[in-house]
């Protein structure tokens, strides 16, 4: 009887469990705090974790983000105006605030919720 009920927690915490306030807020701080560079963590977290279709295609929005703003500032002049600069600075508002966002603000899931 013991057993059964260790293994339903078991696999009750690891399928489809959204983490706790301050666990969220922590993974939220990594793409603030890396500024862009590590915003596609939380998502990936986020999708290993709960394994849903929405949160791998979150994670895959924000690691193309992340790549397209890596490209974008490898690839981008010092002296930069105009739409260059405006998409430059687009990307790294959704690679950073984005990714933090996202994170802070994931709803449970229809199986995290029962």
Excluded at 26 to 55: I, K, Y
Aim: aromatic letters at 8%.
């Amino acid at each position: 009887m013991k057993h059964d009920m260790v293994a339903a927690r078991a696999t009750q915490a690891v399928t489809g469990t959204v983490p706790g306030l301050l666990p969220r807020a922590a993974l939220a701080a990594v793409p603030l705090l890396s500024l862009g560079m590590l915003g596609a963590v939380p998502s990936l977290v986020l999708a290993f974790r709960r394994g849903t279709r929405a949160d791998w295609l979150a994670a895959v929005l924000f690691s193309a983000v992340n790549v397209a703003w890596l490209f974008e500032a490898v690839l981008t002049p010092v002296d930069t105006h105009g739409p260059q600069y405006a998409a430059d600075v687009l990307l790294l508002f959704a690679s950073t605030l984005g990714a933090a966002l996202h994170c802070l603000f994931v709803r449970p899931s229809v199986e995290g919720a029962r």
